[in-house]
């Protein structure tokens, strides 16, 4: 088990010599942050009481980690077996994206302590969207450990218990996807009454429907894009042999990343004409809409589509990267920058605030990283056959 | 039946089904909430309201002989509660007292995960330190940008009017109220006060516009405006709709329940359907 603790790999990567000092940096500022007060590290003001923090990394990162509930809706409820290889890595990334991104919310908080107060029932506002989200936040951590857990016990060399966390995987599957369905959807449901606030070609009464096909694309476009870069970084714990499965995997996330896509810039086509916006598009903001609409998803839908069609990887792979900054672009339109669009003295983060949020980042990744070379995350997925049942699976590995 | 009601009949039943506390559904006594008319044609912006507000809640006040402040137009802040504002309209010189409104339907108490933003039966709406978490989501959600955080504090409030809350239950009026020399604030029951506001623009059609800020605004406010000159003129967002603000969300909210129970079992149902191969 000591074994196991100590860093496995080289100290002096490029990437250590980058996170190292961000984290470390990030770990001042905070100390700053709880001792002074939120204003004496961010460009938050009384006009804009949400910035990059919330807009960034709870807002588009939980839209980025909806790969998991998508991934294990098709491996689990639909039983596509296509997809196992990747349901760990997948899970594990949206379980560490919630603790980390969602998490981050507790640095927002003016007074963190009192999180207790919804939690225990000191005071539930059943009214607020936010009690929603919050909640769905924290039961969706529980459920998606308990889909990684199996994981754990595996690692642990414990039989009993794996078979036990096994049963639990569908029960937790399922209440997990309701729960990210709800809580997807009431991100966007924050800023329904932030309706005077928000440019009229970005405020809908659908926004909650357009967050969850968005956190659709978005999902899938993270764990092509993470994908990626996984199976060049950890490609010692893949046998070379399975790339081609990959390459499969990644054109099946693609198709279904431009169907929700098509979906999404239709629901926006829609919405668009019905509120009769054309005289909206006429300055800046409109200019700036048709970026993100046109720029950011309808082209890189169309990539998607070219890429399945002709099996060109390395389209899908650019189609993703566009997908991702159109998301970004999206829910930071929302929350920070068409929020309060006219206002005179504009929000735009402090490198304090950007630090921190790559800290968290970094942090991330540190995590995942530790943990998939010490557990079965990337090597199990390889070493499943196509067609098995899971159940079948679990035995080949523990002989 | 259309979608919306649909949705709010299958609400109820889901809400039904979660065992929400029924306290605010329950038959109670009638409930008047209070409010305060502000006669914008009788303020000459003195800003005696200000100096009563800061030293009635332990505020720095304003040092109103020398600082200027009328100039420019000033927000609320996390050290002001209340401010009065000049402008200059096609009717020369008015003076407006901004401050909370203190809504009928408040979207800051909908929007409060912790009812740290209360609203209280007599009609104020008052920010209870022990429970708030500091979220900000009040502020997000509030049409007049009215909360207000202290960024630089390591333990910080929100800072808003509570329509002095606790001289009201000693049955005094509001500080503001009591300090005004002119009779610019009156504060009442808001039916009355709504007597009062239509009897003044009757007797004086040429003194008002006929129109009472905070009647049906945000589905109406506990503060209202007389003004002589349109509302836009003295810095009323007059385009924020008769909607009360929680109906933004109720729609959504009605939903929940109906996902919570309807998606697991859609989704089971579709797990037994996929299962042609597995013993399941």
Redesign the interface.
């Known amino acids: 088990m000591a074994s196991e603790m100590r860093p496995k790999g080289k100290l002096l990567t490029p990437f250590n010599i980058i996170s190292v000092p961000i984290i470390l940096l990030g770990l001042g500022i905070l100390v700053v942050r709880f001792t002074k007060g939120l204003g004496s590290v961010t460009n938050l003001s009384q006009e804009f009481p949400w910035g990059f923090w919330i807009g960034f990394d709870v807002i588009t990162g939980v839209a980025f980690a909806g790969g998991a509930y998508i991934i294990t809706f098709v491996v689990y409820v639909m039983r596509k077996e296509k997809y196992h290889p990747i349901v760990r890595a997948t899970v594990l990334n949206g379980l560490l994206a919630y603790i980390f991104y969602a998490g981050a919310l507790m640095l927002d908080l003016g007074r963190p302590w009192n999180i207790i107060n919804p939690i225990i029932g000191n005071d539930f506002g059943f009214n607020s969207v936010l009690f929603l989200v919050s909640w769905h936040f924290m039961l969706y951590m529980m459920a998606e450990f308990v889909e990684f857990s199996p994981v754990v016990a595996e690692w642990l060399g414990w039989k009993r218990v794996r078979g036990f966390l096994d049963s639990l995987t569908l029960g937790a599957v399922i209440f997990g996807i309701t729960l990210s369905t709800l809580h997807q959807s009431g991100l966007g449901a924050l800023y329904l009454m932030a309706k005077p606030k928000i440019h009229p070609l970005w405020y809908s009464e659908f926004i909650p429907v357009l967050f969850l096909v968005s956190s659709i694309f978005a999902g899938l476009s993270m764990i092509i894009f993470e994908g990626t870069i996984s199976h060049r970084v950890f490609k010692d714990q893949i046998d070379p042999e399975k790339h081609g499965a990959f390459e499969d995997i990644v054109f099946g996330l693609a198709k279904g990343a431009a169907i929700a896509m098509f979906v999404y810039y239709f629901f926006k086509a829609l919405i668009f004409i019905h509120q009769h916006h054309w005289t909206l598009l006429n300055d800046f903001w409109g200019f700036w809409y048709l970026v993100e609409i046109l720029g950011f998803v309808l082209v890189p839908c169309f990539m998607f589509a070219y890429a399945v069609r002709h099996r060109r990887l390395g389209v899908v792979r650019v189609a993703a990267i566009l997908t991702l900054v159109g998301i970004i672009l999206n829910r930071l339109n929302i929350s920070v920058i068409a929020f309060k669009w006219d206002a005179a003295v504009k929000y735009y983060p402090s490198w304090q605030e950007i630090v921190v949020t790559l800290m968290v980042i970094f942090a991330e990744i540190w995590v995942f990283r530790w943990i998939v070379l010490r557990m079965p995350v990337m090597r199990e997925a390889h070493e499943r056959r196509p067609g098995r049942s899971p159940a079948l699976d679990t035995r080949t590995l523990e002989t | 039946m259309n979608r919306r009601d649909f949705l709010k009949t299958a609400g109820i039943a889901g809400a039904a089904l979660t065992a ?1 506390p029924a306290g605010a559904e329950q038959p109670a006594e009638p409930i008047e909430f209070a409010g305060v008319l502000v006669d914008t044609t009788r303020c000459i912006g003195c800003r005696s309201c200000e100096m009563a507000c800061s030293e009635e809640h332990g505020l720095p006040v304003p040092n109103i002989a020398n600082d200027n402040a009328l100039a420019a137009e000033r ?1 609320t ?2 050290t002001q509660w209340t401010i009065v504002n000049r402008y200059e309209t096609s009717k020369g010189e008015v003076f407006v007292k901004k401050q909370c409104l203190h809504c009928w339907q408040p ?1 800051c ?8 933003m209360y609203k209280t039966t007599n009609g104020p709406v008052i920010w209870r330190p ?8 009040c ?3 509030c ?1 007049f ?1 009215i909360p ?9 409030k929100i800072q808003k009017c509570n329509m002095c809350f606790e001289r009201l239950q000693e049955g005094k009026r509001p500080a503001c109220v009591q300090s005004c020399p002119t009779d610019a604030l009156m504060f009442g029951m808001k039916r009355d006060l709504m007597e009062i506001a239509r009897v003044r623009i009757y007797n004086h059609p040429e003194r008002y516009v006929h129109k009472i800020y905070g009647e049906h605004e945000v589905g109406g406010t506990g503060w209202l405006y007389l003004s002589a000159v349109p509302f836009e003129e003295i810095g009323f ?1 007059t ?2 709709g008769t909607t009360p ?2 109906e ?2 109720s ?3 009605y939903g ?1 329940p109906l ?2 129970f309807g ?2 079992a859609l ?2 149902g ?2 037994l359907l ?2 042609d191969d ?2 399941a």
């Open positions: 929400r927000q802040s996390e979207a108490v909908a929007a409060c995960l912790t009812k740290a022990s429970k708030c978490m500091g979220c900000r989501f502020m997000v959600s049409p940008d207000k955080f202290e960024y630089h504090e390591w333990n910080p967002r385009d924020l603000y929680p933004y969300t729609d959504f909210l929940v996902v919570l998606l697991p989704l089971l579709l797990n996929s299962g597995d013993e």
